[in-house]
């Protein structure tokens, strides 16, 4: 892939290509910024560039080490994240034990620490150890969304690679990249733009198909055409998790359709629907759009408090039936 295919990262890509040229890699780098912004898929191509047997900053992608690399079977590349939401002291002294032997094909036994502000103070003080001391031939990439929640001690022994918000369109040219087709690449993108964690990947599908229902159903009930949308809103939240992935585009559905009403000229959640949209915005009152959401935001509140999903949404179209019918 090379990095050229980086979205949005100039100032990383700059910073990672001027330490390969010149061999100057540090030991650890900490790689910051929002979600979903493709701190994973860098961090993937500095491994496989630092491998390349080809190209000397950069990957061809074509030879062994690079489709090693890729392909997550590199012997040389430690892939480490949490485990029940912590990354625990064993699993930290597990990697220490590992950086002790040399590496087996490359120059350097390279650690990639994903979620690492999920680190316990146990495992961020092991850890620490081998930043302040690391073994010659280890490189570590910390991968976080969060470095305020990092102890400042882990982060000032590190490189900083800082990473940029992206625009939806960037968001979406990344998840294109990843294999993602055009329309799920765009319902993925619209919702990490609004701050949302992804599913997991089997559920991406599924991210997209919910997208076009929630929007079927504004679009029925703003036609007044209730049962039809009843009918097919009951059997879609039959499930709790499909149930909490349509809430969540109906707010931010609703949301899209009140910056269509009010500011055309600000970005959108979802600017691949903003013709759909705007039609709609066009037959709904910025003050209904606003009782909307703050309905479905409640929804949302109660289903979290683990309301049956069934019902609860039986009764928010009841709730949106006058808000938004003709």
């Not at 690449?185 to 919910?210: D, I, K, T």
Request: hydrophobic share 50%.
């Amino acid at each position: 892939m090379g990095f050229a295919h980086i979205e949005g990262q100039a100032r990383a890509v700059q910073l990672l290509r001027r330490a390969l040229a010149s061999g100057r890699v540090a030991h650890a780098y900490l790689f910051y910024g929002p979600s979903g912004v493709g701190k994973r898929l860098t961090a993937l191509q500095f491994l496989k560039a630092l491998y390349c047997q080809a190209l000397p900053d950069d990957s061809c992608d074509a030879c062994a080490a690079c489709r090693k690399v890729a392909s997550g079977n590199h012997p040389d590349v430690l892939r480490l994240a949490p485990e029940g939401g912590t990354l625990g002291i064993e699993a930290i002294r597990a990697l220490q034990r590992r950086l002790g032997y040399r590496p087996y094909e490359g120059v350097r036994t390279a650690v990639l620490l994903e979620d690492c502000d999920a680190l316990s103070l146990p495992a961020a003080n092991a850890l620490l150890k081998t930043l302040e001391e690391p073994p010659a031939e280890a490189l570590l990439l910390l991968l976080t969304c969060r470095k305020a929640a990092l102890p400042l001690t882990v982060v000032s022994r590190c490189q900083p690679v800082p990473f940029q918000p992206l625009t939806p369109a960037q968001r979406q040219a990344l998840f294109e990249r990843q294999g993602l087709d055009r329309e799920t690449a765009a319902a993925a993108a619209a919702f990490v733009q609004s701050g949302l964690p992804l599913p997991a990947g089997e559920a991406l599908p599924l991210l997209r198909e919910l997208r076009q229902q929630a929007l079927a159903l504004l679009q029925a009930l703003a036609r007044g055409e209730v049962l039809p949308a009843f009918l097919e809103a009951r059997a879609l939240a039959g499930q709790r998790e499909r149930c909490e992935l349509l809430l969540h585009w109906l707010a931010l559905l609703c949301r899209d359709l009140a910056v269509v009403r009010l500011s055309p000229a600000t970005g959108l959640y979802n600017p691949t629907l903003r013709q759909a949209l705007s039609a709609l915005a066009a037959q709904l009152s910025p003050a209904a759009l606003l009782a909307a959401f703050t309905r479905i935001d409640q929804a949302r509140q109660r289903l979290a408090a683990h309301g049956n999903a069934q019902l609860l949404f039986e009764a928010l179209l009841l709730e949106l039936q006058p808000l938004l019918s003709p």
